[in-house]
């Protein structure tokens, strides 16, 4: 029988926990039941644990308070999407039930669990049954009440995860959208995954760094994705961002009532020194505005759920030689000439042609992987250059690439490319002796002349601006707006070649991904070519993931 746990025992339930999480998202981000979510749901909690891990195993204190304020901050700023952030509130209140705490008994850890149920359903305006917050709530009602009978903490565990496990069953029929699909509650499903693995730490049967897989992982139980439509999406951006308070004192409900007024799926989490907001609407911008009476912003993340064809992965990206070539990441390299230059894209060959145009730093990212501020920050810092410009290249990107002007002291303009071929316009219109104004002026003239094509595939079936797509098949796209999909690739071409006509095309230039053969991509060419005799059509070896071809018309 086990009556407490210490900081170090609780420490490795958590990285138990998140290992636990890494080993079944798959699972997970299968039962998402929208065509378009706003980022897989494993992958997202996956995320937000992975930030409490990496402070974890830096820290060596025995306090349970203390083992547990570092894994709650870490998940607030680490948070993604709205199952990271209820995660988050749900280990925030956890923190606060186990304040000053050097241990923790059955019964302590049991009210912990039930005042993170409390502050999950305290900052989300509308609570949904069948969610996470059900299957929470259901565990920690059943903890609190094995609690006072037992003094066994692995007793109380095992009476929350059952208890857990029935909610995540009955998800199905509370949820209409989860009965439709056929499926449990993505997020309930990770919470049980936590259970899980905080029960098999303390009885012995898995330690951190272990190989782990909790239970079977269902990769037959998919979401039923094709009986839902876009426009069961009502608010079209999924905003989340993190504010410094000006008071830490003042309450929030008023933003509360307003965000609510303007979205749904709203969740306010904060501490004394910060609050971090998620929500959906069609106007993040007001909702910015409204929270900077509150607070200082210091990060946001704003996404468009309707034009993602894949689950985003925010955070997730390999490593690049930019990242690690130098032992300091905070380094600031001294200005040696006016102007430098830093690029987001995602291939071999991209990644080679902006550095041919004169970028100082390309940083690896793109559509599913999305760089953070601070990987687009320490590439400025590391340009030798008084003012640095940056593209963005991915409209899910200028945001995050806005938020490094007050973070160094260097002077940086972000140029609000929305696709790698305005980036590699903007670049090949650079006057380097003109003034900044002037540079950004002329860069979002040029701008407005390109037109890019894209050809993808679909992730799943669904039902997308009036098309009905089947998982697999091929997607055209023009200026983001779809085109339609197709079984054969050489259909979209055909789309595609006809899209081209109103726009009277003089320059083309075709970005082949890493999919795609030279011979294939030859052929694109001649075809454009045939269409168009009177354009100029080149072929670029892009090497991109996701798109088997950009195309830039001009």
């Not at 002349?449 to 079936?461: C, F, L, P, S, W």
Request: glycine share 8%; hydrophobic share 40%.
């Amino acid at each position: 029988m086990r009556t407490q746990i210490n900081g170090a025992q609780l420490r490795e339930m958590l990285l138990c926990a998140y290992e636990a999480l890494e080993q079944n998202k798959k699972a997970i981000n299968e039962l998402n039941v929208f065509p378009v979510p706003d980022g897989d749901t494993g992958t997202n909690m996956g995320l937000t644990m992975s930030s409490a891990a990496q402070e974890l195993r830096k820290s060596s204190d025995e306090r349970v308070s203390a083992v547990a304020d570092t894994a709650a901050s870490a998940m607030l700023r680490g948070a993604r999407g709205n199952s990271g952030v209820i995660l988050s509130l749900l280990f925030r209140g956890i923190a606060k039930g186990l304040k000053g705490k050097a241990e923790c008994t059955a019964h302590d850890f049991a009210l912990a669990m039930r005042e993170g149920v409390d502050a999950a359903y305290k900052a989300v305006m509308k609570p949904a049954e069948g969610t996470i917050l059900t299957v929470s709530r259901m565990a920690s009602r059943a903890a609190v009440d094995a609690s006072r009978g037992s003094r066994d903490l692995e007793e109380v565990l095992s009476a929350a995860l059952a208890a857990a496990q029935l909610a995540l069953s009955e998800t199905t029929e509370q949820n209409p959208v989860l009965a439709r699909a056929g499926v449990v509650d993505a997020g309930g499903m990770g919470y049980v995954r936590i259970l899980e693995a905080f029960l098999d730490s303390l009885q012995g049967r898995i330690h951190a760094g272990a190989v782990f897989v909790a239970g079977e992982e269902e990769e037959d139980e998919h979401g039923a994705f094709g009986a839902f439509s876009t426009e069961e999406i009502t608010f079209a951006y999924d905003t989340v961002y993190i504010m410094r308070k000006f008071q830490p004192e003042k309450p929030l409900d008023g933003l509360r009532a307003y965000l609510g007024s303007i979205g749904d799926s709203l969740v306010i989490s904060e501490d004394d020194e910060m609050f971090k907001v998620h929500v959906h609407t069609n106007t993040p911008g007001e909702a910015l505005t409204e929270s900077a009476r509150y607070g200082v912003l210091e990060l946001a993340k704003i996404e468009n759920m309707r034009s993602q064809h894949d689950a985003l992965l925010a955070g997730q990206k390999p490593a690049t030689a930019d990242e690690v070539e130098d032992d300091d990441e905070d380094m600031i390299a001294p200005a040696e000439k006016r102007y430098g230059f830093v690029a987001v894209c995602a291939g071999r060959g991209l990644d080679s042609l902006f550095h041919e145009l004169g970028c100082d730093r390309v940083v690896t990212g793109g559509q599913t992987m999305n760089p953070s501020t601070d990987d687009i920050l320490r590439a400025v810092n590391r340009t030798p250059a008084e003012t640095v410009f940056v593209l963005p290249n991915n409209k899910n990107i200028i945001m995050a690439a806005e938020q490094c002007a007050p973070l160094t002291d260097k002077r940086v303009i972000v140029v609000p490319t929305r696709t790698v071929p305005q980036g590699v316009t903007c670049l090949l219109n650079l006057d380097p002796e003109a003034e900044p104004e002037a540079i950004l002026d002329t860069f979002m003239e040029v701008m407005g002349g390109v037109h890019t094509a894209q050809v993808t595939y679909a992730a799943r079936d669904s039902d997308f601006d009036g098309h009905h797509i089947l998982a697999g098949e091929y997607l055209g796209l023009l200026d983001g707006a779809l085109l339609g999909s197709w079984a054969e690739k050489t259909r979209v071409a055909e789309a595609l070649t006809e899209a081209f006509a109103p726009l009277h095309p003089e320059f083309i230039t075709v970005y082949h991904g890493e999919d795609v053969s030279a011979q294939e991509a030859q052929g694109m060419v001649e075809a454009l070519a045939a269409a168009y005799p009177e354009a100029d059509v080149t072929l670029v070896d892009g090497g991109q993931p996701v798109y088997y071809y950009m195309i830039s018309v001009e």
